[in-house]
């Protein structure tokens, strides 16, 4: 019976990330016993695989890219499935010099055409050269890259690898690489019509893990990772695979779309394996919140988890809590949330909560977060009322970092002010791959990154409030959708996730409310009633009167890492597409 690779190892001192190339952390974790762990929908163990076994299969792929004569620097695509194969894969290309690209599987794109449309727009975009996926997902890949005359190779690692024999690559010598070499390229999950591919160096992607293990958990010898995460997405890549490689971390992985049918299998993971090390979005904790029942949950046991990470999308205080309450009576902690903050243009990791603390919030008024007024001081911060909204602690940043909170001038506002949150620090990226405007738009000369979050600094700490693109304006004033949307949530038949607010033009031009409703019934007479309910509660925060669409249950659109993309469901609105 195959056995897990195991959490502890007496063999090799544990080094944090102190590495100048993802190469030398591979071959310093390959000294030891620790790997990868690789579980099916069920949880039960199908793969294990050792660092030292990644590092040998690595060398060889790295030697079949340079025998099938790829040059150093091209572009390789890699369908991210959650499999030691694209890890291999993955490294294979460091040891060839080549820049691997994380590709999505094919969920969340409303449809084949939609989701074959984004891989050629990303592949076309970097200038991939081979592509490479599972056997089943030959067709779709097939489709997406017809017409890009630069692909050399197209097919499953079988196919490849049959291209030579052992002997034949043995003497292969493969190149050296250094700290300011390309070790890949990431596509951020809202990236479509216009892909944007964050050039990440081994230094910046070096720097990054020292500021996860380190500051960030504070690793030590008994901690063990399990995710769910994918490895297209900058979370799930740096955060639960790279990071483990060059932290030597055994982790646990549960597919995604495995994760998507049975969410509590997650947790069934981290009790089983005395998992220390989870990270997700706000929406996986809810998901897991939903599904559980006394029953269901009775045989877990959390007490291990110690770092149960949040990040990626805004950071929802009730949705935690109701976590809290769910699974505390099976182990967990409250103080074992840590919330941060971070972007794939950062590598990752930009700031973490203090470990032991649970998350913290401030309540703000919402002439602060609507622009209105600049500055909380003047307003009671953790005031009390409908006019204030939690707004999470994300954390201290990491030591690397200098950050400010800017105003339109490029000013630093300081504490306590309301403005643009622009980081400065060896992990930002090179830029965006081939797209120097791109670049210039958001990433200065002297390397300040405007991250294009709105936010605010109370004492050491940053705070979130929100995407400058989601931001609604209406008559003049600002409005946070995710305020409007947890607002309408709360109705009776609604849950966490149903609703995207956006604005659309009125009939004089001017933009107007829109609030896209998930419906879970067709009886008429309960649909007018609860439209007639969101009506009045958006009307009550907003002084207006706003547009409802009740559209099928599961038809918001969402990002290839889960997220809700408000850009995509205003345009599918606006052309007709989300209807009951």
Request: some cysteine; hydrophobic content about 35%; charged content about 25%.
């Amino acid at each position: 019976m195959l056995e897990p690779i195991a959490t502890k190892d007496p063999t090799l001192p544990r080094r944090l990330a102190d590495f100048s190339t993802l190469l030398e952390a591979i071959e310093y974790a390959a000294k030891g016993t620790r790997g990868l762990n690789f579980y099916s929908p069920r949880g039960e163990l199908e793969t294990s695989i050792t660092f030292a076994e990644i590092k040998e299969k690595a060398q060889e792929i790295g030697r079949r890219f340079i025998h099938f004569g790829i040059e150093k620097g091209s572009r390789v695509a890699l369908i991210a499935e959650t499999s030691d194969e694209f890890v291999c894969y993955f490294i294979g290309c460091q040891y060839a010099g080549l820049l691997p690209v994380p590709l999505p599987l094919p969920t969340s794109f409303g449809g084949r055409e939609g989701y074959t449309s984004q891989l050629n727009q990303q592949m076309k975009s970097c200038g991939a050269s081979v592509a490479v996926s599972a056997s089943y997902m030959l067709p779709l890949l097939d489709e997406a890259t017809s017409g890009l005359k630069k692909m050399k190779f197209v097919g499953t690692s079988t196919t490849f690898e049959a291209q030579a024999s052992l002997k034949e690559i043995k003497s292969i010598t493969l190149p050296e690489a250094i700290p300011e070499d390309l070790a890949y390229l990431q596509y951020s999950s809202g990236s479509t019509r216009f892909p944007h591919g964050v050039a990440v160096t081994h230094k910046s992607l070096m720097a990054n893990c020292v500021g996860i293990g380190g500051e960030g958990m504070m690793l030590n010898d008994d901690d063990r990772a399990v995710s769910w995460l994918p490895f297209y997405h900058d979370m799930g890549l740096v955060g639960t695979l790279l990071s483990p490689i060059a932290n030597q971390v055994t982790t646990d992985y549960l597919a995604t779309e495995a994760f998507a049918r049975r969410p509590l299998q997650w947790l069934r993971l981290i009790s089983k394996n005395r998992g220390t090390l989870a990270y997700s979005p706000t929406f996986g904790y809810d998901i897991c919140t939903r599904r559980a029942s006394p029953t269901k949950i009775a045989d877990l046991d959390l007490s291990s988890w110690r770092v149960a990470g949040i990040g990626g999308d805004m950071i929802r205080a009730d949705v935690l809590t109701n976590f809290l309450d769910t699974f505390a009576d099976v182990g967990f902690r409250a103080t074992t949330f840590v919330p941060s903050y971070g972007l794939a243009e950062c590598t990752l990791a930009v700031s973490f909560a203090r470990l032991d603390t649970g998350f913290e919030i401030d309540l703000v008024h919402e002439k602060v977060l609507s622009g209105e007024e600049k500055c909380l001081k003047k307003f009671k911060v953790n005031g009390s009322g409908a006019n204030y909204r939690s707004v999470v602690n994300c954390g201290i940043p990491i030591s690397e970092y200098e950050l400010e909170i800017r105003d339109e001038d490029n000013n630093d506002l300081g504490e306590y002010q309301i403005g643009r949150v622009c980081v400065r620090g060896a992990s930002v990226m090179a830029g965006y791959f081939q797209d120097p405007e791109a670049t210039k738009s958001c990433l200065s000369e002297d390397g300040w990154l405007d991250t294009g979050d709105i936010g605010y600094m109370k004492e050491g700490s940053l705070y979130i409030i929100g995407r400058i693109k989601d931001l609604i304006i209406i008559n003049g004033k600002n409005h946070w959708p995710q305020d409007i949307e947890w607002a309408v949530e709360q109705l009776d038949d609604l849950r966490s996730g149903d609703t995207a607010a956006v604005s659309i033009p009125g009939d004089q031009d001017e933009e107007i409310p829109a609030i896209l409703v998930q419906c879970r019934t067709r009886d008429e007479a309960e649909r007018a009633k609860m439209e007639h309910r969101i009506k009045d509660t958006v009307h009550s925060m907003l002084g207006i009167s706003p547009v409802v669409a009740l559209i099928p249950p599961r038809s918001l659109p969402r990002t290839s890492s889960g997220k809700l993309s408000r850009v995509k469901a205003r345009k599918q609105y606006l052309e007709g597409n989300l209807v009951l």
